[in-house]
């Protein structure tokens, strides 16, 4: 088990009508970080401790009994207490001429793949008259990918949207929009040493997992 130690501040508001609103900071210190390791795919224990810091800010808003608005926001910071050479990017002139693998840099204290900047959002409308739709905005700012911060992933935002129509005790019919503006964001990004081909040349760069592209969904539900 890995040690952790950490702690948070915060304070509630409810003094408007129907809002709720809750700021808090927070602060985190671990003994290891789990990262993604490219050769198996899986994941392995940093040498370094690291502490993580943030602050959130989430909003809960209720005008009517079927209307919902809600916001999240939260901004946070993660660092090793050591330089992190493990993780650090790399240079790629002997790779380029196919002579060797490249050549890695000293590294720095950022850990990689940990989020900064998240913004989630969206307005529902619940069980009025059987009918209940939501959309949705999801936010997630671009990451450090190696441990000098020289790779950073893209940032990526979705909204998505669904609806769905309750006939009686027994039916229901729904439908998701996924990806409503069909941008093309990465689910995941990673940055590791790789090859397109076996005989290929050995090469460092960023390798993502694409978000699905816009699509709707229908399903017809029947309850038992």
């Not at 990017?89 to 060797?100: K, Q, T, V, W, Y």
Request: proline residues 4%; negative net charge; charged residues 20%.
């Amino acid at each position: 088990m890995v040690q952790l130690k950490g702690g948070e501040f915060g304070v509630r508001n409810s003094a408007a009508a129907h809002l709720q609103s809750t700021l808090s900071l927070w602060y985190l210190r671990s003994n290891s970080e789990l990262q993604q390791d490219g050769d198996t795919g899986g994941t392995v224990a940093s040498e370094q401790s690291s502490n993580r810091y943030g602050v959130e800010w989430a909003n809960y808003y209720t005008p009517t009994e079927h209307l919902i608005f809600d916001l999240d926001m939260a901004d946070s910071r993660a660092q090793f207490t050591q330089i992190d050479p493990d993780d650090a990017a790399f240079i790629n002139p002997n790779a380029a001429n196919g002579l060797s693998y490249p050549e890695q840099l000293p590294g720095g204290k950022h850990v990689p793949e940990a989020v900064g900047t998240v913004i989630s959002s969206g307005i529902t409308l619940h069980d009025y008259r059987g009918f209940t739709s939501t959309i949705r905005l999801r936010y997630f700012g671009p990451r450090d990918l190696t441990s000098d911060g020289i790779n950073r992933s893209n940032a990526t935002l979705l909204i998505n949207a669904g609806g769905s129509y309750r006939f009686n005790k027994r039916w229901r019919i729904t439908a998701d929009l996924l990806n409503l503006l069909n941008r093309r964001n990465d689910d995941i990004t990673y940055s590791y040493i790789s090859r397109i081909t076996p005989s290929g040349t050995a090469t460092f760069t960023n390798v993502y997992h694409p978000a699905e592209p816009f699509q709707v969904r229908f399903w017809l539900e029947k309850s038992f």
